[in-house]
C-alpha cells in the first residue's frame, strides 16, 4: 500500500467517524467513544459489521509499541469498524475493574445497541486493549465428517479454525492463554440451493453463547495481564445437541464429543498456535482456559502421555503441543465416572455414550481413553487451576475432584477455586479473576506491566 492510498484510507474513514460518551463501569464516569467505519467494511452472514471496541489511554502502559493511531488505521484498512473508547488514563482502567466493562460491553453488542450502533456482529466482535492486533479465523485442523457425519451431505471436511489475539510491536515476546470454545461451529448445508453456507461457521465467539451469555471477560482480559489470547473452534464441528456415527442411531453424540478426533484437534491447536506466534510477537509459552465442553476440550492439552494416534495428525507435528497451565472449569474428564453416582446431571452421557463406545463393563479401554484423565501419566503434566461452584450439576463437582486426587497422588501442582457464583457460572470481578491471572502469570511468565512501563 503506498503512502498516498493509506493516507487516503484513513482519512476518507475517518470522515465518517461518529462521537459521543459510554458510561464506565471500571472508572465511574463516561468515556469519550468514537467511532470509525472502514471504507471496506467486512461483514458477516447476517450483513452485520465486523467491529473491533479499542480500549485506549489505559492506567497502565501498553505491551505493543506502535502508536495507537497506527494500529487502529491498521484495523480499520482490514475492514474492521473501530470504536475507540477512552479512558484518559485513569488509574482505576486496571485488572479487575476493566473486566466489568468488557462484560458491559459484550452485553451491549448481543442485545444489538452499543454506542448507538444496532448492527455489529455478534460473533465477530471483538473487545482490544491498546496495542494488540487480530489474527482472524486461523486454520488449525481439517475436519473428518465421517466422526460425526451431520448433515448427511458433509462429506468434505471443513477447517476448524481460531481467531489470535496479539501484540503489536511489542516491547518483548507474550505468552497466550488459548481457550476452546464452548459455542460450537459446525457445517450447514441448505437444501433448496443444494449448498453449503456460512452460516454457522466461525461461531466460536457467539456472544450469546460464550461471553455475553455467561458474562465471561477472561479472556479478553488477558492482556491487563500482560498476555495474550486466542479463541479455537470447539473440536466438535457439529450442533451440540447431535451427531451420530456411521450407521449409527441419530444423535448418539448429544452433549459430547469423541477421540481421538478432540485430541487430535485441540493438540494441534496448540502446535499451531505455537508455530505462528514466533510471527506474532508469542513467547510460546501457553496456557489453556477452560469453561463447561470448552473444559472437556482444553483440559486434553494437559497430560504428559504420548499416543501416537493422538499425536500424529492435524497441523505442525514436529512442533510441541505441550502447555504450560490449564485453568479449568467444570467440565468432564473421565467417562468412566458417569456412573458413579446416578441422577447427577449427566443422564444424556449415561445414556448415549453406549451407543457409540459399548458398554463401560465389556469395553473399559475405549472408555478411559476418551476423558482427559487418560492422557495424564506422571508429573510433567501441566499445573492446574481448577474452579467450580458446589451448587451446579452435582456431576462436575465428582469429575474435578476425582481428576484433582489423580494428578495430586503424580505431584501435579493443583488449586481450587469454588463457590466464586452459583450455578454453571464463570468467575466475573474482584478476587477470583486477580486469582486466575495470577496462576497464569506464574507458570507463563509474562512481562509485568505498569503504570511506568513494561518491566521483568
Known amino acids: 500500500m503506498t503512502v498516498w492510498t493509506f ?17 464506565s463501569q471500571a472508572i465511574g464516569r463516561p468515556l469519550e467513544f468514537i467511532v ?3 471504507p471496506e467494511p467486512l461483514r458477516d ?19 505493543g509499541g506502535n502508536s495507537n493511531a497506527t494500529d487502529v488505521a491498521w484495523l480499520i484498512a482490514q475492514g474492521y469498524r473501530v470504536i475507540e473508547l477512552d479512558y484518559a488514563h485513569h488509574p482505576a482502567a486496571i485488572t479487575p475493574n476493566i473486566n466489568r466493562d468488557i462484560i458491559a460491553i459484550n452485553d451491549a453488542v448481543a442485545a444489538g445497541d452499543f454506542c448507538g450502533l444496532q448492527n455489529s456482529s455478534h460473533y465477530q466482535t471483538y473487545v482490544l486493549f491498546e496495542g494488540y492486533r487480530i489474527a482472524r479465523n486461523v486454520p488449525y485442523f481439517q475436519d473428518d465428517p465421517t ?8 462429506l468434505i471436511g471443513d477447517s476448524l479454525r481460531m481467531d489470535i489475539i496479539y501484540p503489536a510491536n511489542p516491547v518483548q515476546p507474550v505468552p497466550t492463554i488459548l481457550s476452546f470454545s464452548y459455542s460450537n461451529s459446525y457445517a450447514t448445508y441448505d437444501a433448496a440451493s443444494k449448498q453449503f453456507t456460512d452460516a454457522n461457521r466461525n461461531q466460536r465467539l457467539n456472544l450469546g453463547y460464550t461471553l455475553a451469555g455467561f458474562n465471561d471477560s477472561f ?30 442411531p441419530n444423535d448418539a453424540y448429544k452433549s459430547y464429543q469423541t477421540n481421538p478426533d478432540a485430541a487430535q484437534k485441540v493438540k494441534s491447536a496448540v502446535r499451531t498456535l505455537r508455530s505462528l506466534g514466533t510471527s506474532l510477537g508469542l513467547s510460546g509459552k501457553i496456557g489453556i482456559y477452560g469453561f463447561s465442553r470448552g473444559s472437556d476440550a482444553g483440559s486434553m492439552a494437559i497430560g504428559d502421555r504420548e499416543v501416537p494416534e ?7 507435528q514436529k512442533v510441541s503441543d505441550e ?27 449415561e445414556t448415549r455414550c453406549p451407543w457409540v463406545w459399548g458398554s463401560l463393563e465389556e469395553h473399559p479401554e475405549i472408555w478411559e481413553r476418551m476423558g482427559a484423565a487418560y492422557l495424564v501419566e506422571s508429573a510433567a503434566t501441566a499445573p492446574v487451576l481448577f474452579f467450580y461452584n458446589t451448587d451446579d450439576q452435582p456431576y462436575y463437582r465428582d469429575q474435578v475432584l476425582h481428576f484433582q486426587a489423580q494428578l495430586e497422588s503424580l505431584g501435579v501442582p493443583v488449586s481450587t477455586m469454588v463457590d466464586y457464583g452459583t450455578g454453571h457460572s464463570l468467575p466475573q470481578t474482584g478476587p477470583e479473576l486477580i486469582r486466575m491471572y495470577t496462576f497464569f502469570q506464574r507458570y507463563l511468565d509474562p512481562p509485568i506491566i505498569n503504570k511506568d512501563g513494561v518491566k521483568r
Open 323 to 349: 502447555v504450560q497451565a490449564a485453568a479449568l472449569g467444570p467440565g468432564v474428564f473421565d467417562f468412566t465416572r458417569i456412573y458413579a453416582v446416578t441422577g447427577d446431571g449427566d443422564s444424556n452421557l
Open 45 to 63: 452472514v447476517a450483513g452485520k459489521y465486523l467491529t473491533v471496541v479499542y480500549l485506549k489511554h489505559l492506567g497502565f502502559k501498553k505491551i
Open 219 to 248: 479472556l479478553e482480559g488477558a492482556p491487563a495481564a500482560g498476555m495474550a489470547w486466542a479463541i479455537a473452534d470447539h473440536p466438535k464441528y457439529c450442533p451440540w445437541g447431535k451427531g451420530k456415527p456411521i450407521d449409527g
Open 310 to 316: 493422538f499425536e500424529n495428525a492435524g497441523f505442525y
Open 36 to 38: 470509525t467505519e472502514s
Open 147 to 154: 466422526v460425526y457425519n451431520t448433515p448427511a451431505e458433509y
Open 7 to 23: 493516507f487516503t484510507l484513513v482519512t476518507s474513514a475517518t470522515a465518517g467517524a461518529k462521537n459521543g460518551t459510554w458510561p
